[in-house]
C-alpha cells in the first residue's frame, strides 16, 4: 500500500545572527586597500611640491616677476610690430621669453605680451645695447577655462588608471564580501531531519547515535574521563545518505549543521583557502554544538610531498590540510563541534587524518537490500500522488542495484512522465517506465519508429524466451517483460533473485546460463534461425561459463585449480584450449535444458510474444498468468 500522497517539509533554514556582519578578515583588507591608495596618492603630492619648491629656488627675480602673474602681460597682447616698434624706440623695461611668447614691460611700466615668429634671437644683443632686463621664462599662456579644461584631462590621463584600479579593487571586495556573505547565510542551519528519515543503513545510525549522545550531554561523557569525538569518516557509493546521515545527527541533538565540500577551501588566491579554513571552525564554534560536514573530503585530503609540484598548488593543499588538522587537534575538551567527512573513495584520505583525535571513526554506507529498496518506494511515492495499489516488493526487486537517491530520482521522474501525459496519478506502469530509463541508461529510443513488425515480433519472442526459462529453471522471479526500446537494448526481461544472497548455487548458475541462452534459442524454434540481437546474451554467458570452469571448481578438468590463481606463465595454450572447451560443453548443455523448456512450452512461448505484441509492456498478474500457463 502506498500511503497517502503528501507534502514533503523542507527542513527550516535558521540564518546565523551575524550572517550579514563582514567578518574581521574583510575589513581589514578594505582597510589595507585604502590606506595603500591614500598614501600613494599623498607622496605622488609631495613630490610634486618638492620639485616645484626646487625650480622655483633657481629663478631669478625678473623672471618670477613674470612668473608669478603673467596674466598680466597676457591680458595686453600686441602685434610683434609694436613691440618692434617699442624696441626701437628703446622704450622696453624688461623682457621674458617662453618660446614664441614674449611678455614684455615698457619704460612707463606697462605690461605687454606678443608673438615672436623669429623666436627673439636678437634680443640678447638689444638686452645688451639698451640695457633692459632679460630672462627666459616659463609661463602657462592659456586661457582660465582653457586651463580648467585640459586640466582636467590630464588629471583623468593621470587618475584614470588610479580610479580604474580603486573601482576594480572596490568591485573585487564587494564581491568577496557578498560571496563570502552568501556562504555564511548558507552555511548555518538546525536540520529537522532525523534519524527516521534514513531509511536503512542500520550501522551507520548506531554509530552516529552514539556522537549523538555525546553531543548532547558533553559534560557527563568529560565527567566520566571519555574523549570527546572530533571526526567522523562516511564512506560509501553516491546517494547512499552519507548527507542526509549527517544532517540526521545534527537534527537529532538539534545542533547546527554547516555543509561544505572539499573544493570549498581551494582559492585562486594564495593562502585563502587556510583563511577559509580558519574562519568555518570560528563560525562553528560560535555556533556550537555543531556539525562541520565536509563533502568529498578526498578532493582534499591527500598530501603530496611536494616533490612535483611547482605551481605551489599542491602545497597550498598541505597546508589546508594541515590547518584543519591543527583545528581538530585544537578542539577543547567541551567544544562540542564534530567533522564529518564524506568520501567515496577512502584510500584517497591521507592516514595523518586518521590519527586518533582526528578522522579516527570510519562509518559506512552501503547499496539498501531488497527491503530497504521497498521501503524507499513507499516513503518517496508517499509523496507524490501515486495510485494505491502499487507492488512494491516488485519493483523493490527490479531496483536492484539503485541507490536511495537513486530511488528517489526515479520516482520523480515517473511523476514528471505522469505530468507530461496528462495523468491525475503516478502509476506502477509510470514507475517501471522511470525504472527502465535508469536502468537501461535512456528514455524509449526513436528506433521504435524503424523496427519492422517482422523485428518487433522477434523481440517479443526474444524476450519472452528468457522469461519463460527463467520462470520454469526458477532463475529468478521474473517481474517486468518489455519490447520498448532504450537505450542499446530493443527489449528487456528483468528478472530478479528471489533472494538477495551474496552467494550462488550451482544449480542456480545453471539455470542463469540457460535463461541468458533462450532469447537465441527462441528465435531458432520460431523462426528457424537466430540474430546479431543474441549477441551481448552470448557475451555473458560465455563469461559466466569461463568462470564456472575456470574459477569456481565447476569444471572436470580443472577440478579445484582456480586459473585466476595459478601464474599466467603456466597458462598454455593446452590449459587455455580445455578450459574453453569445458565452457563450451558447459554452455551447450545449457542450451539444450534450455530448448527443452522453450518446446515443451512452446504454447506459454506463443502467449507471451503475443501478449508482448499488443500491450509492449508485461508485468505483474498479468505476466504471472501467462508464465504460470494460465
Ligand atoms: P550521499 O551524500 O551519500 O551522496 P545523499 O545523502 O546526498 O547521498 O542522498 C541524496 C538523496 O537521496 C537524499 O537527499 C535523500 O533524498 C535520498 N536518500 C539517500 N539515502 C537515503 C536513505 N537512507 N533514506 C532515505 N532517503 C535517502
Known amino acids: 500500500m502506498i500511503p497517502q500522497a503528501s507534502e514533503a517539509t523542507p527542513d527550516s533554514v535558521e540564518r546565523a545572527p551575524k550572517a550579514t556582519r563582514p567578518g574581521l578578515r574583510q575589513q581589514l583588507i578594505i582597510a589595507t586597500a585604502a590606506g595603500a591608495v591614500l598614501l600613494a596618492a599623498a607622496g605622488l603630492w609631495l613630490l610634486q611640491q618638492r620639485t616645484a619648491a626646487e625650480t622655483l629656488a633657481r629663478k631669478n627675480p625678473t623672471a618670477l616677476a613674470f612668473e608669478h602673474a603673467p596674466q598680466q602681460w597676457l591680458a595686453q597682447p600686441r602685434e610683434a610690430s609694436e613691440f618692434e616698434r617699442a624696441l626701437q624706440a628703446r622704450d622696453v623695461a624688461a623682457v621674458g621669453v617662453d618660446g614664441a611668447l614674449v611678455l614684455y614691460t615698457d619704460r612707463s611700466g606697462r605690461q605687454f605680451s606678443t608673438r615672436l615668429v623669429d623666436g627673439g634671437a636678437r634680443l640678447g644683443e638689444l638686452s645688451v645695447a639698451q640695457g633692459f632686463a632679460l630672462t627666459d621664462i616659463d609661463v602657462d599662456a592659456r586661457t582660465g577655462g582653457q586651463r580648467l579644461s585640459q586640466g582636467l584631462e590630464k588629471t583623468a590621463s593621470v587618475a584614470g588608471p588610479l580610479l580604474g584600479l580603486l573601482l576594480l579593487v572596490g568591485v573585487l571586495m564587494h564581491f568577496q564580501l557578498r560571496g563570502s556573505l552568501g556562504q555564511r547565510t548558507r552555511l548555518a542551519e538546525k536540520p529537522k531531519t532525523g534519524f527516521d528519515d534514513v531509511i536503512g543503513a542500520d550501522e551507520a545510525k548506531k554509530a552516529l547515535k552514539r556522537i549523538a549522545a555525546f553531543m548532547k550531554d558533553p559534560k557527563q561523557y568529560a565527567a566520566l574521563g571519555a574523549k570527546a569525538p572530533r571526526g567522523v569518516l562516511l564512506d560509501g557509493p553516491p546517494g547512499t545518505g552519507k548527507t542526509l546521515l549527517a544532517r540526521a545527527l545534527a537534527g537529532e541533538c538539534g545542533a547546527s549543521f554547516i555543509s561544505v565540500d572539499g573544493s570549498y577551501f581551494s582559492s585562486m588566491f594564495y593562502g585563502a583557502g587556510i583563511g577559509k579554513v580558519k574562519e568555518l571552525f570560528k563560525r562553528a564554534r560560535?555556533?556550537?554544538?555543531?556539525?562541520?560536514?565536509?563533502?568529498?573530503?578526498?578532493?582534499?585530503?591527500?598530501?603530496?610531498?611536494?616533490?612535483?609540484?611547482?605551481?605551489?598548488?599542491?602545497?597550498?593543499?598541505?597546508?589546508?590540510?594541515?590547518?584543519?588538522?591543527?583545528?581538530?587537534?585544537?578542539?577543547?575538551?567541551?567544544?562540542?563541534?564534530?567533522?564529518?567527512?564524506?568520501?567515496?573513495?577512502?584510500?584517497?584520505?591521507?592516514?595523518?587524518?586518521?590519527?586518533?583525535?582526528?578522522?579516527?571513526?570510519?562509518?559506512?554506507?552501503?547499496?539498501?537490500?531488497?527491503?530497504?529498496?521497498?521501503?524507499?518506494?513507499?516513503?518517496?511515492?508517499?509523496?507524490?500522488?501515486?495510485?494505491?495499489?502499487?507492488?512494491?516488493?516488485?519493483?523493490?526487486?527490479?531496483?536492484?542495484?539503485?541507490?536511495?537517491?537513486?530511488?528517489?530520482?526515479?520516482?520523480?521522474?515517473?511523476?514528471?512522465?505522469?505530468?507530461?501525459?496528462?495523468?491525475?496519478?503516478?502509476?506502477?506502469?509510470?514507475?517501471?517506465?522511470?525504472?527502465?530509463?535508469?536502468?537501461?541508461?535512456?528514455?524509449?529510443?526513436?528506433?521504435?519508429?524503424?523496427?519492422?513488425?517482422?523485428?518487433?515480433?522477434?523481440?517479443?519472442?526474444?524476450?519472452?524466451?528468457?522469461?519463460?526459462?527463467?520462470?520454469?529453471?526458477?532463475?529468478?522471479?521474473?517481474?517486468?517483460?518489455?519490447?520498448?526500446?532504450?537505450?542499446?537494448?530493443?527489449?528487456?526481461?528483468?528478472?530478479?533473485?528471489?533472494?538477495?544472497?551474496?552467494?550462488?548455487g550451482e544449480r542456480e548458475l545453471r539455470s542463469r546460463l540457460a535463461m541468458m541462452l533462450a532469447g537465441r534459442e527462441a528465435e531458432l524454434i520460431a523462426f528457424g534461425n537466430a540474430s546479431s540481437g543474441a549477441a551481448d546474451d552470448l557475451k555473458r554467458a560465455s563469461e559466466l561459463a569461463t568462470n564456472m570452469i575456470g574459477s569456481m571448481g565447476f569444471g572436470k578438468t580443472f577440478g579445484l585449480l582456480s586459473m585466476a590463481g595459478v601464474p599466467r606463465e603456466l597458462i598454455g595454450p593446452d590449459v587455455q584450449k580445455s578450459l574453453l572447451d569445458e565452457a563450451r560443453a558447459l554452455l551447450e548443455s545449457a542450451q539444450a535444458e534450455c530448448r527443452r523448456v522453450l518446446e515443451d512450452q512452446r504454447d506459454r512461448l506463443d502467449a507471451l510474444t503475443e501478449l508482448l505484441l499488443r500491450e509492449e509492456n508485461v508485468s505483474g498478474v498479468p505476466l504471472k498468468r501467462v508464465l504460470a500457463g494460465e
Not at 521497498?374 to 500522488?385: I, P, S, T
Open 286 to 504: 560560535e555556533a556550537a554544538p555543531c556539525i562541520i560536514f565536509i563533502d568529498e573530503i578526498d578532493g582534499l585530503g591527500r598530501r603530496s610531498n611536494g616533490k612535483d609540484a611547482p605551481g605551489g598548488g599542491e602545497q597550498e593543499q598541505n597546508r589546508i590540510i594541515n590547518r584543519l588538522l591543527v583545528e581538530m587537534d585544537g578542539f577543547a575538551a567541551l567544544e562540542n563541534v564534530v567533522v564529518i567527512g564524506a568520501t567515496n573513495h577512502i584510500d584517497n584520505i591521507d592516514e595523518a587524518m586518521r590519527r586518533p583525535g582526528r578522522f579516527d571513526m570510519i562509518v559506512r554506507t552501503s547499496l539498501p537490500t531488497a527491503p530497504e529498496r521497498e521501503k524507499l518506494f513507499a516513503l518517496y511515492l508517499g509523496r507524490v500522488k501515486a495510485t494505491a495499489g502499487i507492488d512494491l516488493a516488485s519493483i523493490a526487486r527490479t531496483a536492484s542495484g539503485m541507490s536511495p537517491a537513486d530511488i528517489a530520482n526515479c520516482v520523480n521522474r515517473a511523476a514528471s512522465y505522469a505530468a507530461e501525459a496528462g495523468d491525475a496519478w503516478v502509476t506502477q506502469e509510470r514507475v517501471y517506465q522511470s525504472l527502465e530509463t535508469h536502468q537501461l541508461g535512456g528514455e524509449v529510443s526513436n528506433t521504435k519508429d524503424l523496427i519492422t513488425p517482422e523485428t518487433l515480433r522477434r523481440v517479443a519472442c526474444h524476450e519472452s524466451g528468457h522469461a519463460l526459462v527463467a520462470h520454469v529453471l526458477e532463475a529468478g522471479s521474473v517481474e517486468r517483460v518489455s519490447i520498448e526500446p532504450r537505450g542499446p537494448a530493443l527489449g528487456v526481461t528483468y528478472v530478479a533473485r528471489a533472494h538477495e544472497e551474496p552467494l550462488y
